[in-house]
């Protein structure tokens, strides 16, 4: 009985995501392999070997897989699938790109986003947006899942796993990669940050959302987003955090000027701590918040500022 | 070139969503149903293809009972030429969906499918990658915006870190993000015409697929829920309250 997990990494570092699908693929399948696919990986390989459960890291370097794009990963992964009863991968954009396309060709049903494994082949899985959990049990054979990570906790680093180099099959030159535009940023990542503070339709323009940074810098907290916010061009696609962009479960959640609709809690309630920030005392997001403060964004904002200054916050 | 879009029916994006007290699914008893609003998009995507001149035809598919028969009415009224309705009173799961909707293009044979990237009732965010890979395609999912060339289209993907632009060869399939369009209300008459548009009618039998559910759902229970919280008078109390609970 064996897993495998498909690494998530932009051929520099190994993102926690893959530490947090090797937890759930041990509850699943033990022992645990870890496919690192891409370009000019090594690194990334060599530190999947640290993590502990893993038994074995494959090594897959080439450059159709330099962005890991869905055609070219769909044929290494098949062509590896026969070893594993398990086949997993984080629920990130890479990994539900790709993973569909596997389940499809072994003809296995996927399971989607698990939050939790009550059996090796029964998990818990998020619908309706979260508003209702689906306790699913799978058939017999290959189980393919992918993995809410924010529902895992991270591996832990010690083991000291083999690497194996796996040839790629030629790619079929179906898909090419053309182009990207990513968000750079100094701060922590939404998935991965222990605080993160959210803007909504209340802050009112890219302008405003700055108001933001100093307190997310004092906090080493990454910023998000609502939906609304990112619709009406604030900021860009990859702060969203909701049913559609990103879940996050950081130890503290700030939403300021969120009013808290289902598709953004989908995202963000299973945060340990969430503060609410907004003037409508109504807003839907104080019911599900711990702390709220009740006001205008623009006066508090500057004063928790302060605060977190006069506190000695850097 | 022919464009087919797959639609599903599921509970309106503003309904509050109730488990059933004997935790058998969620109660869809006298719910407001609607099109997957992904899945607008898509219709959006393939009308303005067509009002551009670089879609011959709009097909749209969905798969359901009988009322999924109103949704695709609504993508008629959108501006899609044709329906095709592939009738099942059962849970389909996705990769049945994906096999039925492989059956439909074979037939049709068109150059592009767009569908949602997910649909909102079980968020299996599965049904395009799968076609995709069954037909042997490739694909552009989570779709920001498109530009169709030649034989081949750019699509420029909502990803994790930013966007992401890929070219794909024609045939290919797409699956929508939020961002594509901002999908049009249907008008008075078009809503008209859209009745005298056709709808043709199948089953999974027609098409040759089994369509037994493969998962068992257990059950279907309420989240854990989160009590509300208290409204604190200021942000020192605030910060001092976050300090003692170690969130600091």
Same mark, same amino acid.
């Given at each position: 009985?064996?897993?495998?997990?498909?690494?998530?990494?932009?051929?520099?570092?190994?993102?926690?995501?893959?530490?947090?699908?090797?937890?759930?693929?041990?509850?699943?399948?033990?022992?645990?392999?870890?496919?690192?696919?891409?370009?000019?990986?090594?690194?990334?390989?060599?530190?999947?070997?640290? +993590?502990?459960?893993?038994?074995?890291?494959?090594?897959?370097?080439?450059?159709?897989?330099?962005?890991?794009?869905?055609?070219?990963?769909?044929?290494?992964?098949?062509?590896?699938?026969?070893?594993?009863?398990?086949?997993?991968?984080?629920?990130?954009?890479?990994?539900?790109?790709?993973?569909?396309?596997?389940?499809?060709?072994?003809?296995?049903?996927?399971?989607? =986003?698990?939050?939790?494994? $009550?059996?090796?082949?029964?998990?818990?899985?998020?619908?309706?947006?979260?508003?209702?959990?689906?306790?699913?049990?799978?058939?017999?054979?290959?189980?393919?899942?992918?993995?809410?990570?924010?529902?895992?906790?991270?591996?832990?680093?010690?083991?000291?796993?083999?690497? =194996? /180099?796996?040839?790629?099959?030629?790619?079929?030159? $179906?898909? @090419?990669?053309?182009?990207?535009?990513?968000?750079?940023?100094?701060?922590?990542?939404?998935?991965?940050?222990?605080? *993160? +503070?959210?803007?909504?339709?209340?802050?009112?323009?890219?302008?405003?959302?700055?108001?933001?940074?100093?307190?997310?810098?004092?906090?080493?907290?990454?910023?998000?987003?609502?939906?609304?916010?990112?619709?009406?061009?604030?900021?860009?696609?990859?702060?969203?955090?909701?049913?559609?962009?990103?879940?996050?479960?950081?130890?503290?959640?700030?939403?300021?000027?969120?009013?808290?609709?289902?598709?953004?809690?989908?995202?963000?309630?299973?945060?340990?701590? +969430?503060?609410?920030? /907004?003037?409508?005392?109504?807003?839907?997001?104080?019911?599900?918040?711990?702390?709220?403060? *009740?006001?205008?964004?623009? %006066?508090?904002?500057?004063?928790?500022?302060?605060?977190?200054?006069?506190?000695?916050?850097? | 070139?022919?464009?087919?879009?797959? *639609?599903?029916?599921?509970?309106?994006?503003? &309904?509050?969503? #109730?488990?059933?007290?004997?935790? @058998?699914?969620?109660?869809?008893?006298?719910?407001?149903?609607?099109?997957?609003?992904?899945?607008?998009? !898509?219709?959006?995507?393939?009308? #303005?293809?067509?009002?551009?001149?670089?879609?011959?035809?709009?097909?749209?598919?969905?798969?359901?009972?009988?009322?999924?028969?109103?949704?695709?009415?609504?993508?008629?009224?959108?501006?899609?030429?044709?329906?095709?309705?592939?009738?099942?009173?059962?849970?389909?799961?996705?990769?049945?969906?994906?096999?039925?909707?492989?059956?439909?293009? =074979?037939?049709?044979?068109?150059?592009?499918?767009?569908?949602?990237?997910?649909?909102?009732?079980?968020?299996?965010?599965?049904?395009?990658?799968?076609?995709?890979?069954? $037909?042997?395609?490739?694909?552009?999912?989570?779709?920001?915006?498109?530009?169709?060339?030649?034989?081949?289209?750019? +699509?420029?993907?909502?990803?994790?870190?930013?966007?992401?632009?890929?070219? &794909?060869?024609?045939?290919?399939?797409?699956?929508?993000?939020?961002?594509?369009?901002?999908?049009?209300?249907?008008?008075?008459?078009?809503?008209? %015409?859209?009745?005298?548009?056709?709808?043709?009618?199948?089953? !999974?039998?027609?098409?040759?697929?089994?369509?037994?559910?493969?998962? %068992?759902?257990?059950?279907?229970?309420?989240?854990?829920?989160?009590?509300?919280?208290? %409204? $604190?008078?200021?942000?020192?109390?605030?910060?001092?309250?976050?300090?003692?609970?170690?969130?600091?």
């Amino acid at each position: 009985m064996t897993s495998l997990v498909i690494a998530e990494h932009d051929n520099a570092t190994l993102k926690d995501a893959t530490h947090k699908t090797v937890t759930a693929a041990t509850q699943i399948s033990a022992p645990v392999h870890v496919l690192v696919a891409g370009e000019n990986c090594a690194a990334v390989a060599q530190a999947a070997v640290r +993590i502990a459960g893993v038994e074995k890291v494959l090594l897959a370097d080439a450059p159709a897989l330099a962005k890991q794009l869905a055609e070219p990963m769909e044929a290494l992964i098949l062509q590896l699938a026969g070893s594993y009863d398990a086949i997993l991968a984080p629920a990130t954009t890479t990994g539900k790109n790709i993973l569909p396309r596997v389940a499809a060709k072994l003809d296995t049903p996927q399971i989607s =986003e698990i939050l939790k494994v $009550l059996s090796p082949d029964t998990f818990e899985r998020p619908i309706y947006a979260g508003n209702a959990i689906e306790t699913v049990q799978a058939p017999a054979g290959k189980k393919i899942v992918t993995v809410r990570t924010t529902a895992f906790a991270v591996a832990a680093e010690g083991g000291s796993a083999a690497i =194996e /180099n796996v040839t790629a099959p030629a790619d079929a030159g $179906l898909s @090419s990669f053309s182009g990207e535009t990513l968000s750079k940023s100094d701060r922590p990542e939404l998935t991965s940050a222990k605080v *993160v +503070i959210s803007g909504g339709r209340g802050l009112g323009s890219a302008e405003n959302f700055k108001l933001l940074d100093s307190i997310a810098d004092k906090l080493h907290a990454a910023v998000g987003a609502s939906r609304a916010a990112v619709d009406a061009g604030f900021v860009p696609n990859d702060y969203q955090v909701g049913q559609t962009g990103k879940a996050v479960a950081p130890d503290l959640y700030i939403a300021v000027g969120i009013s808290g609709a289902i598709q953004h809690l989908a995202g963000m309630k299973d945060s340990r701590l +969430i503060v609410a920030i /907004n003037k409508d005392e109504e807003a839907p997001i104080f019911q599900i918040a711990d702390y709220g403060l *009740v006001g205008d964004l623009f %006066k508090i904002l500057p004063e928790l500022d302060e605060e977190l200054a006069k506190r000695g916050y850097k | 070139m022919k464009v087919l879009v797959p *639609v599903k029916r599921v509970i309106d994006y503003n &309904v509050k969503v #109730r488990v059933k007290a004997d935790q @058998s699914g969620v109660d869809l008893a006298n719910v407001k149903m609607s099109m997957n609003p992904f899945d607008e998009i !898509a219709v959006e995507e393939a009308v #303005r293809l067509k009002e551009k001149g670089k879609a011959s035809e709009v097909v749209v598919v969905s798969v359901g009972p009988q009322q999924a028969s109103e949704t695709i009415r609504t993508a008629l009224a959108m501006g899609a030429d044709r329906g095709i309705l592939v009738k099942s009173d059962q849970t389909v799961e996705p990769l049945a969906v994906a096999k039925l909707l492989k059956t439909i293009v =074979e037939a049709e044979q068109p150059g592009l499918v767009i569908t949602g990237k997910q649909a909102i009732d079980d968020d299996s965010n599965q049904v395009g990658q799968m076609l995709a890979a069954l $037909l042997g395609w490739p694909q552009g999912t989570f779709a920001h915006s498109l530009e169709l060339g030649d034989g081949s289209a750019k +699509i420029t993907r909502e990803i994790d870190g930013g966007l992401q632009t890929v070219e &794909v060869k024609l045939p290919a399939v797409m699956t929508t993000d939020l961002r594509l369009n901002e999908p049009r209300y249907a008008s008075l008459p078009n809503i008209m %015409k859209a009745k005298k548009k056709p709808i043709d009618e199948k089953s !999974a039998a027609d098409l040759g697929v089994d369509i037994t559910p493969r998962l %068992k759902v257990l059950k279907v229970s309420e989240p854990p829920k989160r009590g509300g919280g208290v %409204k $604190l008078a200021g942000v020192g109390e605030l910060l001092d309250r976050l300090k003692t609970d170690g969130a600091l």
